[in-house]
């Protein structure tokens, strides 16, 4: 997959580069043609959704606590502060993924299916750019739409929330639309080959139920309107389930790790969370807030640095130390201090004796599967807009499908390290459900409850989704108990957390500066300013 990547990016240079214009005028041999079919074009594409979140979510994690740094330096805990780098392109990757990265390539792919009568891979190639841009607005507010790719253009207005959330609805209805048209060719062959498509191998069913996700998942974020327990949360519900029945079902890219040019992002081998080799200090240790959430602390007090839990997704998820001191202790840190934390583990794990390289561990491993979107999250999803209506019974049956949810995701995902951990057997799920962790009726259930667990889900993947969730409740404490509270004076911004990246800074603030000044971009507060869709 990254192999064609690659010839995307040097067929993506020459495009692009100030010459495009003359490129395209003496592009007349058709051996070097000036479309591009699309089935050439999927496979480059998907691997883009996961180099271009990937490389965000490193940042976005600082801001939701996932995953700290151990260090303290300016540039390392900037984001923890709830602040940017800068002249700094960092936080800005999925600005980049969905205007270049997927950019014209996307454009084209959609352009010749539908030109050709590709039907499924027009199907497929709506629900990625519905998923593009509501990934794209959710993080930085304002965005691009239809002018992105108008020739001639060098600088772009931008279009607040309400116009991009209502565009990524046409594009689902577009794709919903080519996914029940046949084509005259058959493409199930090429969909269903490593070349084809790495997500669902050419199942509309199921694109079908990727795009429903993405319809939940957008009406889920819209708790504060006043129209969400009247008409939004109806819609949660109605598009959960339509989306994913179990966990095999989930949208997941493939990867064989059989080379490099095909290997998990958040693997050890390509060094986006250890950029600098296993000393690497900037990405990747363990938080408190996972840590108390694996730890007792959902609904109880949290065990300090303990060497086992009850919820037995602590030894699958999270490494234990292997520091001298605090060895075979599931250690973290607490956001914002650094390496106030000894021996803190990255999430890899540690590197086997005779070895220079890490297995892996959960998720974090060369041959896993980068998770898109989840049965379980979409579980939580559903349980938090029922229990805002007050439908608590209901709410009660969707939470706990979400929390065996996971179990299955955690032993159908989680498990592609060279050296695997245990599955989770059917008896320590069962023991966790029944225990003081999980909430044993209706009438107990709590917001809290359903949104801890939302959180273990989502850790380690879902960066915007965790973040977005964090925003609309407004950071707050009562929602998510172990999400550690920042003393104001080290919030770098006024004293305020953050509510939205700024845009990406070698396109934008060099060359769009003029729009940016319009939405208060210039302004160095800008991260602080809350976005509309968790405005009341």
């Known amino acids: 997959m990254k192999r064609l990547y690659k010839l995307y990016i040097a067929a993506a240079v020459l495009l692009m580069a100030g010459g495009c214009k003359k490129y395209l ?25 996961t180099n271009g979140t990937s490389q965000d979510y490193r940042f976005i994690w600082k801001i939701t606590q996932n995953l700290i740094g151990a260090s303290t330096d300016d540039g390392s805990i900037a984001f923890e502060k709830h602040t940017f780098v800068r002249s700094s392109d960092n936080g800005g990757v999925i600005w980049r993924m969905t205007y270049v990265d997927l950019g014209l390539n996307l454009e084209n792919l959609i352009n010749d299916a539908v030109a050709n009568q590709k039907y499924e891979y027009a199907a497929i190639g709506y629900a990625i750019k519905a ?52 084509s005259p060719l058959n493409y199930a062959t090429q969909l269903a080959s490593i070349t084809g498509d790495g997500i669902y191998k050419g199942d509309m069913a199921k694109w079908r139920k990727f795009v429903y996700a993405i319809y939940a998942l957008q009406y889920s974020h819209l708790v504060n309107k006043p129209e969400f327990k009247t008409m939004y949360a109806d819609s949660v519900v109605k598009y959960t389930d339509l989306s994913f029945a179990n966990e095999a079902e989930s949208a997941t ?25 296993p000393t690497a200090t900037y990405y990747g240790r363990i938080s408190t807030t996972i840590l108390n959430y694996l730890a007792g602390g959902v ?18 998820m999270l490494p234990a130390s292997t520091a001298t001191a605090t060895l075979g202790r599931y250690i973290a840190g607490v956001p914002t201090q650094g390496s106030s934390t000894s021996g803190l583990p990255i999430v890899f794990g540690s590197i086997p004796a005779g070895a220079t390289t890490y297995n892996g561990k959960y998720i974090f491993a060369d041959a896993a599967r980068y998770p898109i979107m989840t049965y379980s999250q979409l579980q939580f999803t559903k349980a938090e807009a029922l229990f805002l209506q007050g439908k608590t019974a209901d709410a009660f049956t969707a939470y706990r499908a979400g929390i065996s949810g996971h179990m299955v995701f955690c032993n159908t995902y989680g498990r592609a390290s060279k050296t695997p951990d245990p599955l989770i057997t059917d008896a320590e799920i069962n023991t966790y459900l029944a225990s003081n962790e999980v909430a044993q009726n209706a009438a107990t259930l709590t917001l809290a409850d359903i949104m801890g667990q939302k959180y273990i ?18 950071y707050s404490a009562t929602v998510f108990r172990q999400f550690y509270q920042i003393p104001t004076a080290d919030l770098l911004l006024g004293g305020k957390y953050a509510y939205r990246f700024r845009p990406r800074y070698n396109s934008e603030y060099v060359w769009n500066s003029e729009e940016l000044r319009k939405w208060g971009g210039l302004d160095v507060d800008y991260m602080t300013k809350e976005t509309w869709f968790s405005q009341p």
Not at 253 to 277: Q, R
Not at 461 to 473: F, M
Request: aromatic residues 14%; glycine residues 6%.
């Open 25 to 49: 005028d003496i592009n007349t041999n058709p051996a070097v043609p000036q479309t591009s079919k699309a089935e050439l074009l999927l496979p480059p594409i998907l691997f883009q959704m």
């Open 131 to 182: 998923w593009a841009y509501q990934q794209t607005t959710d993080l930085y507010g304002p965005i691009i739409l239809d002018e992105a790719f108008t020739p001639g253009m060098l600088r772009f207005p931008y279009h607040d929330q309400p116009e991009v959330y209502a565009k990524v609805r046409y594009y689902c209805e577009q794709s919903l639309k080519y996914s029940t048209m046949k």
């Open 253 to 277: 890219v493939y990867f064989s790790a059989a080379s490099t040019d095909d290997t998990n992002p958040f693997g050890p081998t390509l060094g986006y969370i250890n950029p600098s080799g």
């Open 299 to 316: 609904r109880g007090v949290p065990t300090t640095n303990p060497t086992s839990s009850l919820d037995p997704r602590l030894s699958r």
């Open 457 to 474: 889900a989502q850790w380690g993947w879902a960066g915007l989704e965790q973040w977005s969730d964090i925003r609309k409740h407004h």
